[in-house]
């Protein structure tokens, strides 16, 4: 499936997230997660008429979107397949300049959550996917039929922080015992059977936490998060600006930690002590932005 015959990924916080890094004309900034391009637009409108924005997505069928969304900016924009991480690279090879401004949206984006074929959703059937980069090996797949019970229970825990994590990982070794577990419904149905009615009643899916836990560990986003956010301050222009969009407690804990101890070390000023989330209005447009927590700080 093309990103053409997808669903539109609607920008989270949008105008929140362009007034936060202040982008000014001439400035240059980087988008660690292009994804459509949906703030990358909001920014190069606001750095017209010659600043310059690198985009940065692992998922190609993202950066299909965004070369179709952002061409409007021609030359102003620079696409890459790559990951956050070796944004440093990224930009050496491409003698990009000073950075002004950087985003990090950590969300995943619609085209991957409506697209069975990637595996993120158990909505739909889809193979065990989950990789946001096709090119590498290692798949959802993979782990689930490939790690013991302890393992398992440990991952649950650590990056779905998954209450019945021990029940999980056991139902998963018995039932891959019979077959392979190779399908997004196969596993929440195992997920679900395996924990208590009450759980199964409540108003979150009872699959929901296990998933987000695979999806860290195929992808490493957790360590992707930690090892990039000081790097991006560090490349910053002195009063340039980065704001992180996190999407669950694990990630935003990262972020607020990261950020006040950069804070007394004396780096950067936080632009806001408790993060921006999005309005009623915006949760009602887009149900899925409703997680979303915005923190944005500034270099000295």
Not at 114 to 139: I, K, N, V
């Amino acid at each position: 499936m093309s990103s053409a015959d997808l669903p539109e990924h609607l920008p989270v916080l949008l105008n929140e997230t362009v007034d936060a890094l202040d982008p000014g004309p001439g400035e240059n900034v980087v988008d660690c997660t292009v994804g459509g391009g949906g703030h990358a637009a909001a920014i190069l409108e606001r750095t017209a008429p010659d600043g310059r924005l690198l985009g940065l997505d692992l998922d190609e069928a993202a950066l299909e979107a965004a070369r179709r969304n952002l061409e409007r900016f021609g030359s102003r924009v620079m696409l890459v397949r790559g990951n956050y991480r070796d944004f440093e690279g990224v930009l050496l090879s491409l003698s990009f300049g000073p950075i002004h401004a950087a985003l990090l949206d950590l969300g995943f984006s619609s085209m991957e959550i409506d697209d069975p074929a990637r595996g993120f959703s158990f909505r739909a059937d889809g193979p065990l996917d989950m990789r946001y980069d096709r090119r590498q090996e290692l798949t959802a797949a993979a782990i689930v039929n490939g790690t013991d019970a302890a393992g398992l229970a440990s991952l649950f825990r650590r990056y779905g922080e998954e209450r019945y994590a021990p029940r999980i990982a056991a139902a998963i070794v018995k039932a891959r015992r019979k077959r392979r577990i190779v399908g997004t419904l196969d596993l929440a149905e195992v997920v679900t059977e395996a924990v208590p009615a009450s759980y199964r009643r409540g108003r979150v899916h009872p699959a929901t936490r296990v998933f987000q836990a695979l999806r860290i560990a195929v992808n490493d986003e957790l360590g992707n998060l930690t090892e990039t956010l000081p790097k991006l301050v560090g490349s910053l222009e002195p009063g340039g600006r980065l704001a992180v969009i996190s999407f669950h407690s694990l990630e935003d804990r990262i972020v607020k930690r990261r950020f006040r101890e950069m804070e007394r070390q004396g780096e950067l000023v936080l632009l806001n002590r408790r993060p921006i989330v999005p309005g009623v209005t915006e949760v009602r447009h887009n149900p899925r932005a409703r997680s979303a927590k915005l923190r944005a700080v500034r270099k000295k």
